[in-house]
Nanobody, 118 residues
Framework: QVQLVESGGDLVQPGGSLRLSCVASGSFASINAMGWYRQAPGKERELVASITRGVTIDYADAVKGRFTISRDNAKNTVYLQMNNLQPEDTAVYYC????????????WGQGTQVTVSS
């Protein structure tokens, strides 16, 4: 019984910025990892960025230097700051969290649309 609520997607011009937020709620003691994925029309879903409980961060090569992932453990929230957005960043962005108890459990949000166009 875990729900993820994403927000922040919008239509922006090239060079613009957005900040995505994902808030997790439900029954869990802690979240091991949080991440952002994206999927463009006709393409496979791909990892954008992830951050672990130990604040280990990974970024896709395409977004390094432009996107920043962060988390607020007290609020069970993960953010994705996106700067210098380009048309190729257009996609539905999905939040994912991983909770480890006796086994690993992954939960996905419904996605938020980011469109970069002039």
């Amino acid at each position: 019984q875990v729900q993820l609520v994403e927000s922040g997607g919008d239509l922006v011009q090239p060079g613009g910025s957005l900040r995505l937020s994902c808030v997790a709620s439900g029954s869990f003691a802690s979240i091991n990892a949080m991440g952002w994925y994206r999927q463009a029309p006709g393409k496979e879903r791909e990892l954008v960025a992830s951050i672990t409980r130990g604040v280990t961060i990974d970024y896709a090569d395409a977004v390094k230097g432009r996107f920043t992932i962060s988390r607020d453990n007290a609020k069970n929230t993960v953010y994705l700051q996106m700067n210098n957005l380009q048309p190729e960043d257009t996609a539905v962005y999905y939040c994912k969290i991983t909770i480890v108890r006796s086994a690993r459990y992954d939960y996905w949000g419904q996605g938020t649309q980011v469109t970069v166009s002039s």
